[in-house]
C-alpha cells in the first residue's frame, strides 16, 4: 500500500528525527481504535466550556459503549482563555464528569493540542499502561480576533507582534494567500470558491455553526479584512467542543468490534531548520545563510515545514497521498486550504486551484477535502478543533455521515498547524 | 512646533540612526546564520554547537516576498489611531541574510508588489505623552 509521496526527498535532518520508524518499531500493532467520538455542536453559547466538554465526552462514550468509569486514562486539550480551568482542562472535565481515578494530562499546542492530546492516548494504549481513555477538548473564544494573553509581556513573541506590527492572524494568511496569486496565479475567485464548496458541504451537518449557502458574490463583496482576504474568507472564532474513546484493539475485539476504525498515524511533529516560510507569531524566519541550499522562501525539492507534517503521520500509517479518500485540513483561510491539498500531498505546488475548480475536492469528487464544511462552518475552537477533523473522519470511514458521506471511504488524513512551530496530522484507517 | 522625543517600541531590535537606520540582529561566528529578532539563546542551527552569537547589523534593503493591507483595527496590546486607517505589513527578503523579515509599511503604498525593493526607515508606531513611540518599517525605495 505504501506508495512515495510527490514531495520528494526529506533532508536528511527530518529524516533523521523522522517518527516513521515507529510503526515498524510497533509492528501492525501501532494502531489504536476510535470506538466512540462525540462533539458539542460549535456556535457561540456563551457557557463555560467544560460543559461543553461534558457533553461530548458524554456523546463519545455513548457512542462506544463504554461507560465512564472504565475509562482509565483522560486526555485533555488545553484552552488559554478560560483562566486555571482551562490550563488543566483534563482534570476540569474529568472532575465535571465524576472524580473516578483515572490518570490525566492536559496537552497544549495551540490548533494542534487536540492532536498532541490524541498522540499520548495513543501511546498510552499502545505501551500497555491502559485499554481505554477518554480524549477531549472545548473551549468557550471571544469575539473578533484572537487576541494574545494580556499586560505588558515584552518577552513575549506574540504580544509583541501585535504590539509592533499589528500583525494579526489573517495578517499571515493574508501573506500566503498573495504568494498563490503571484506564483500560480490564483485569484480571489478561486479563494471564494473553497468557502463556496465547504459552505455546502456544511449544511448537512448538525455540528455546523453556519448552515448556509454562500456565493462567490457573497464572498468578494464581503469586507477585506486583510487583502486580498475577505471576511468570509476567514474562519471565526467559536465555543464548541470535541471527544473520542480511543481503545487498544483487543479491547474492541473483546467489545465485538472488529473492525473498528483505527488511528494508524499521529504527527505532533517541529519544524526542521531552517524553516524558510514566515510562520506566526515570527518576525522573522530562519536564515538559510549557514551553508545549506534552501533560499528564503523555501527551496524546491527541500520539504516545507507544512509538507511534512502529514508525510510524517502517512510514514507512520504506511500509507502514501494517492491512497487518501477523504480529509480533513485546516481552513484557517480558503485560500490556505489550497496550499493544504499540495501540503499533504493531493497535488503538485500549484495544481490546487485547478483540483478545485475541476471538483475533485468536493463531496463526489475523487478525494473530498473538508467533507464537514471545515473551519468555514464551524469557526475554530482551539483545543478541540484537531479532535473535531478526527470525529467527522471516524464518522465518514464508517459510512455514517448523513447527508456529506464521501462513498467507500477507507483511508482519511487530517492536518492543522498551530502557532509556534507545531503541526498537526492524523490518519485513520477501516 | 517642538521636536518630540522619540521612543524606540523595543529596545535594542533597531538603531535610530535617522539617515541609515539598521535593523540589529545576531550572526553565528562558526556556521553563519542570522537571527532576528536578536533574541537567541544559543545557534538556532541544530548542526551547530555554537552558544556565542555576534551583534551585526541587518541589510538595510531587501524585497517583497509578500504583503498585506490590513483594513480592520488589531485587538490589545495594538495602538491604533483613532479614526483607524488601514496600515501595511509586508514580508521582506533580505539576500545576505537569506531570510524573511517582517515590518509595517511606511509611506505611500505606490509601488508596493510581491519583488518590489524596499529600504529600513524609523517611523512612528503612535504617539502619547511620553513621546513618539517608533519602530522599524519599510518603505518601497525609489
Ligand atoms: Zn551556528
Not at chain 1, 472535565?93 to 472524580?99: F, K, M, R, S, V
Not at chain 1, 494508524?264 to 514566515?278: D, L, M
Not at chain 1, 523555501?298 to 510514514?315: H, K, M, N, W
Request: hydrophobic letters at 40%; a negative charge; aromatic letters at 8%.
Amino acid at each position: 500500500m505504501s506508495r512515495q509521496g510527490p514531495s520528494g526527498q526529506a533532508s536528511g535532518l527530518a529524516r533523521r528525527h523522522s517518527p516513521g520508524s515507529l510503526a515498524l518499531a510497533l509492528g501492525s500493532g501501532g494502531q489504536v481504535a476510535v470506538l466512540g467520538v462525540g462533539m458539542h455542536p460549535w456556535g457561540k453559547w456563551g457557557a463555560n466550556f467544560a460543559e461543553y466538554g461534558v457533553v461530548a465526552a458524554r456523546a463519545a462514550l455513548d457512542d462506544a459503549g463504554v461507560s465512564w468509569s472504565e475509562v482509565q486514562f483522560v486526555a485533555g486539550g488545553e484552552t488559554v482563555r478560560n483562566g486555571y480551568p482551562g490550563y488543566v482542562a483534563g482534570s476540569t472535565i474529568a472532575q465535571a464528569l465524576g472524580w473516578n481515578g483515572a490518570q490525566v494530562s492536559t496537552s497544549y499546542g495551540a490548533c494542534a493540542s487536540g492532536s498532541m492530546a490524541i498522540d499520548v492516548a495513543r501511546a498510552r494504549i499502545l505501551a500497555g499502561l491502559c485499554d481505554v481513555a477518554l480524549v477531549v477538548g472545548a473551549d468557550t473564544t471571544p469575539k473578533g480576533f484572537l487576541a494574545p494573553t494580556k499586560g505588558e509581556r515584552g518577552d513575549d513573541p506574540d504580544w509583541l507582534r501585535f504590539r509592533l506590527l499589528g500583525a494579526t492572524n489573517p495578517t499571515y494568511f493574508a501573506f500566503y494567500a498573495r504568494r498563490r496569486m503571484e506564483l500560480f496565479g490564483a485569484t480571489p475567485e478561486d479563494f471564494a470558491l473553497v468557502k463556496v464548496k465547504n459552505a455546502r458541504h456544511g449544511l448537512a451537518n448538525p455540528m455546523a455553526r453556519y448552515r448556509k449557502e454562500v456565493t462567490v458574490e457573497e464572498v468578494l463583496e464581503s469586507p477585506i479584512v486583510s487583502d486580498p482576504l475577505h471576511l468570509l474568507d476567514i474562519c471565526a472564532t467559536s465555543d464548541g467542543a470535541a471527544a473520542l474513546v480511543l481503545t487498544s484493539l483487543e479491547f474492541a475485539r473483546r467489545r465485538g468490534i472488529a473492525d473498528p476504525v483505527r488511528v494508524a498515524g499521529v504527527a505532533v511533529v517541529t519544524p526542521s531548520f531552517p524553516n524558510a516560510v514566515i510562520d506566526m507569531p515570527n518576525f522573522a524566519t530562519d536564515s538559510a545563510a549557514a551553508g545549506g541550499a534552501a533560499a528564503a522562501g523555501g527551496t524546491p525539492g527541500r520539504l516545507s515545514f507544512r509538507d511534512s507534517i502529514a508525510r510524517a503521520a502517512y510514514e507512520q500509517a504506511g500509507v502514501g497521498p494517492e491512497d487518501v479518500d477523504v480529509a480533513e485540513v485546516y481552513d484557517l483561510s480558503t485560500a490556505l486550504e489550497l496550499d493544504w491539498y499540495e501540503n499533504i500531498g493531493l497535488c503538485a505546488p500549484g495544481e490546487a486551484e485547478k483540483l478545485l475548480r475541476d471538483g475533485v475536492t468536493t463531496l463526489g469528487g475523487r478525494v473530498p477535502v473538508n467533507p464537514s464544511g471545515g473551519l468555514a462552518c464551524f469557526g475554530e475552537a482551539v483545543p478541540a478543533q484537531a479532535i473535531a477533523q478526527v470525529c467527522e473522519l471516524t464518522w465518514q470511514l464508517r459510512g455514517s455521515a448523513s447527508g456529506r458521506q464521501v462513498e467507500r471511504a477507507r483511508v482519511g488524513v487530517t492536518a492543522n498547524q498551530g502557532l509556534f512551530g507545531h503541526g498537526s496530522s492524523v490518519v485513520l484507517t477501516r | 512646533m517642538t521636536t518630540r522625543q522619540q521612543v524606540a517600541e523595543v529596545e535594542g531590535w533597531f538603531t535610530l540612526d535617522g539617515a541609515e537606520p539598521r535593523l540589529l540582529g545576531l550572526r553565528c561566528p562558526d556556521c553563519g546564520t542570522y537571527v532576528f529578532p536578536p533574541r537567541a539563546i544559543a545557534c538556532p542551527n541544530p548542526e551547530c554547537p555554537a552558544t556565542e552569537l555576534e551583534s551585526v547589523e541587518l541589510s538595510r534593503r531587501g524585497t517583497v516576498w509578500s504583503y498585506t493591507v490590513n483594513h480592520y483595527a488589531p485587538p490589545e496590546p495594538y495602538v491604533a489611531p483613532d479614526p483607524f486607517e488601514p496600515y501595511a505589513v509586508a514580508a521582506v527578503e533580505l539576500a545576505d541574510e537569506k531570510m524573511i523579515v517582517l515590518g509595517q509599511v511606511a509611506g505611500p503604498l505606490d509601488g508596493l508588489a510581491v519583488g518590489a525593493p524596499v529600504e529600513l526607515v524609523i517611523d512612528t508606531l503612535y504617539e502619547d505623552d511620553e513621546g513618539e513611540h517608533v519602530v522599524w518599517k519599510w518603505q518601497v525605495a525609489s
